[in-house]
């Protein structure tokens, strides 16, 4: 029977709690000491927003834990992908990632960066790759997976949210976010079968695989990003991917079996997706609560309506297909100026300022002054200083990334990656990528923001 650790927490308890959560899920008998250890950090939205990344308090619960039981930091990482339209490097900052990865001294790897080498599909699974459900049909010439992965341990590091494409999301979603390169949104037509494909993938080429997943803050509606945050003050643990999701989705007041992936793969046997046979540790009551959230498709934002029409609606046809081609860039505009130029600052900002006034929301604002003792944060302080980008700073922020999603869309860069025109494009490449970069941000620009400035306020009533 797979086995989930489930505690409730409080910001002067939390790290003693993230220890005693990974020993009851048993996760030393997963994670070997002796191989290295991937944390795979969740960064769903480059600016804080509550529930929608890996939060400090949890990264730091987790690193202390393993130091703690004998763990070498020598062979522990911190572990990064990305995809078009997120900043990593802004998101590990801003949701105060890197400061705790930088104290311990660890290593901070970002997978899409020069030195890191990505392996076919086929060299790193073999014969496994005939059994996938759809990423051979999205992806007919193979795909390309991390090479530091084979062997490694992977802790998945997850928030409990809701997920406009997946009903719920977690550990597997998390693993979508790494072992894919910036093509993964290809597969968003066929998610659900995409996620238990990479499942495979995760128990064929790590040593170990586990996931830490924090609910201090759970986010409802139309999530990753766009959410209504909740302080709900429970973190959970497990070996078994597919039972630490089911778990979290019950919780969200959503049937597990009702969501494709968690079905998917408990009939295939990659995880147990059937709450009457997992078994909870800890304070069970808690695994009992029923939040009744909305979930993701009551009170969708414009942007996630659209992509419901695109992927599995009408405009399917039309549309999506341009999402494979060098016309694809349109959609990263659209994405950028409706979530970081639009929605978070004139929207976000108020549907999360409950959150950020509660002790959770204190103790992120006031991360880098407090100090800890072996439970926990004892003050997180009456007073906290406001989010470094938020407003009219996110705002103006939000062209540079707009900028970052234009120039580096691998549409635009994939000529430079082709292994046989290396060298031409040292020479002549980065200037042809940037002048069709600089035309399509011309073109789109304009467009986009008269259409959201039209939509700001239907979805400022909502």
Request: charged share 25%; net charge negative.
């Amino acid at each position: 029977m797979s086995k989930v650790a489930v505690l409730r927490t409080s910001p002067q308890t939390v790290l003693a709690d993230y220890h005693r959560l990974l020993n009851l899920a048993d996760y030393q008998t997963v994670v070997t000491k002796d191989a290295d250890t991937a944390l795979k950090i969740n960064i769903s939205w480059h600016f804080f927003y509550p529930g929608s990344s890996t939060v400090p308090w949890q990264l730091e619960g987790v690193i202390q834990s393993m130091l703690k039981d004998g763990y070498d930091p020598a062979l522990i990482h911190g572990c990064h992908n990305r995809t078009v339209v997120i900043d990593a490097y802004l998101g590990e900052a801003e949701n105060k990632q890197v400061n705790v990865i930088n104290a311990h001294d660890l290593r901070n790897i970002h997978l899409y960066e020069d030195g890191e080498e990505w392996i076919h599909i086929r060299e790193a699974v073999g014969d496994l790759a005939d059994e996938f459900l759809v990423l051979n049909d999205v992806y007919p010439d193979g795909f390309y997976i991390p090479k530091r992965f084979i062997g490694e341990n992977i802790i998945h590091l997850p928030t409990v949210k809701t997920h406009i494409f997946t009903t719920t999301t977690g550990a597997m979603k998390n693993a979508f976010g790494g072992l894919l390169n910036e093509r993964r949104h290809w597969t968003h037509p066929v998610i659900h079968e995409t996620l238990v494909d990479l499942l495979m993938i995760q128990k064929k080429i790590h040593s170990g695989v586990f996931a830490v997943m924090d609910g201090t803050f759970a986010g409802d509606g139309p999530g990753p990003r766009c959410m209504i945050p909740y302080v709900k003050n429970v973190i959970l643990a497990s070996d078994d991917q597919v039972a630490i999701d089911a778990i979290a989705a019950k919780m969200m007041g959503v049937d597990p079996m009702s969501i494709d992936y968690i079905r998917l793969a408990h009939e295939k046997g990659l995880g147990v997706g059937d709450p009457n046979e997992i078994e909870i540790v800890g304070d069970e009551d808690m695994a009992q609560q029923n939040w009744h959230f909305q979930g993701a498709f009551k009170e969708m934002t414009f942007a996630s309506r659209m992509q419901h029409l695109i992927y599995w609606g009408p405009l399917k046809g039309p549309i999506e297909w341009s999402l494979k081609t060098v016309l694809a860039p349109w959609s990263y505009v659209a994405s950028v100026l409706y979530h970081d130029t639009f929605w978070y600052p004139f929207i976000g900002k108020k549907k999360m300022q409950a959150a950020l006034e509660s002790e959770w929301g204190r103790l992120f604002r006031n991360w880098d002054t407090l100090t800890p003792d072996e439970q926990g944060f004892p003050d997180v302080g009456i007073d906290a200083p406001e989010l470094k980008t938020a407003g009219m700073d996110a705002f103006k922020e939000s062209f540079r990334i707009l900028w970052m999603a234009i120039a580096e869309a691998p549409e635009i860069t994939a000529h430079r990656r082709r292994r046989e025109d290396q060298y031409y494009m040292q020479r002549h490449g980065q200037e042809r990528s940037k002048g069709a970069a600089l035309a399509i941000f011309l073109l789109a620009l304009p467009i986009l923001l008269i259409l959201i400035m039209r939509l700001r306020g239907k979805d400022n009533e909502s």
